[in-house]
């Protein structure tokens, strides 16, 4: 369409720092005729500090009303450890029924990357979003006794799981090697891994074009070291996704290049789109963080949105600057933003 509505969370600690490159970015590419609105909201931790809300009724409302979604990073030390994290990426998340959890890693030349030099480590990760031990089902028993008993249930359901292994079949069938990965543990967790493994064997009878493989998490991670140019696509739960995509990141350029989407494939509410790295409170406000996670995810929303051709100059681009940065000085956040907004309306 020719005009983007865009919702921005820039969020906590350095989530400020990286959207501020992100939408400069954003504005620098797309052409003239279409037309960039932003609403940026106040959520995270200052917000909760000064009204005690994570994300209100009303701002939930608002937000749906966007064509996407940017944020920045949640979480803040001086805030309790999972207020945020629940109470607003999850909840959006879960709301927004944003059941691809979309996670990229392509190792770029000039890294610096434990696996640089290597060709072909191109893959994606399927995370699921809205189930598994993220949905808050379990408790705590005897609380402050020696007899505690704390419970965290994973709840995976057919339905579920079915969209997302679905979503991930599509992926590997648009894509030349057209090879899927299952991750799971169905050795032991052997409810909800066999009914994972019999819907991905399933659901994988009407895509024959697709191969197919399965592998426990724990071996998964050996091979995203040793052997990462054997994945393609790869899906799994929630859980396992989020440790495998921060792993992904390691081994393929740092933390500070990996980008993700939370889509709602269906498009019955705005997609959301946010660096895989966290707030790094240690490092705020110095301008020391990489904006390229976050400029490399509004890539994603560009494509997302039906913008191929601008997602691609972006990631051309950031190819570019990677390449000179090897070797060069450390650049502040800005100086890496204007850098590829120069680049990207070139
Ligand atoms: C991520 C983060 C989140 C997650 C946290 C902050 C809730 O680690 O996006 O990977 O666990 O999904
Ligand atoms: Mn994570």
């Known amino acids: 369409s020719r005009s983007i509505n865009l ?62 979604i940017l944020l920045g990073a949640i979480g803040d030390p001086s805030v309790p450890s999972g207020v945020l994290e629940r109470g607003l990426l999850l909840k959006l998340r879960f709301a927004f029924d944003h059941y691809v959890n979309l996670r990229p890693s392509k190792l770029f030349p000039h890294t610096a990357s434990p696996l640089a030099g290597r060709p072909d480590i191109d893959f994606v990760v399927v995370r699921e979003g809205t189930e598994g031990p993220y949905t808050g089902n379990g408790g705590s028993l005897r609380t402050g006794t020696p007899a505690e008993v704390a419970t965290e ?37 052997v409810h909800a891994g066999h009914m994972w493994k019999k819907i991905f064997d ?61 889509i709602n494939p269906t498009g019955a509410f705005p997609s959301m789109f946010e660096p895989v790295h966290g707030s790094a409170p240690d490092i705020a406000g110095q301008g020391k963080a990489d904006p390229t996670a976050t400029v490399l995810s509004v890539a994603l929303l560009l494509r997302h ?37 120069v680049r990207v309306a070139s």
Not at 158 to 181: H, Q, S
Not at 323 to 333: D, I, S
């Open 153 to 189: 249930v994973s709840v995976n359901t057919a339905y579920g799981v079915e969209r997302v292994v679905r979503d991930a079949y599509e992926r590997a069938k648009a894509r030349p090697r057209k090879k899927l990965t299952l991750v799971h543990k169905n050795n032991v967790l």
């Open 202 to 262: 399933k659901v994988g009878e009407e895509y024959p074009e697709v191969t197919t493989d399965y592998l426990h998490v724990d071996a998964a991670t050996i091979f995203f070291v040793t052997q990462p140019e054997r994945f393609d696509v790869i899906v799994t739960d929630n859980l396992f996704g989020d440790i495998l995509t921060d792993l992904a990141a390691a081994v393929t350029g740092g933390i500070g290049l990996a980008a993700s989407g939370n």
């Open 305 to 341: 949105l039906g913008h191929d051709s601008e997602a691609i100059r972006i990631e051309e681009a950031v190819a570019a600057d990677l390449a000179e940065r090897a070797g060069a000085p450390a650049r502040t956040t800005e100086e890496i933003g204007d850098a590829l907004a």
């Open 7 to 68: 919702a921005v969370i820039p969020g906590d600690g350095i989530g400020q720092e990286v959207v501020s490159q992100g939408l400069k970015v954003l504005s620098a590419v797309l052409p003239q005729d279409v037309k960039l609105e932003t609403r940026e909201y106040d959520l995270g931790a200052r917000r909760w500090h000064r009204t005690g809300e994570t994300l209100p009724e009303v701002e939930l409302e608002q937000l749906k009303g966007h064509d996407a």
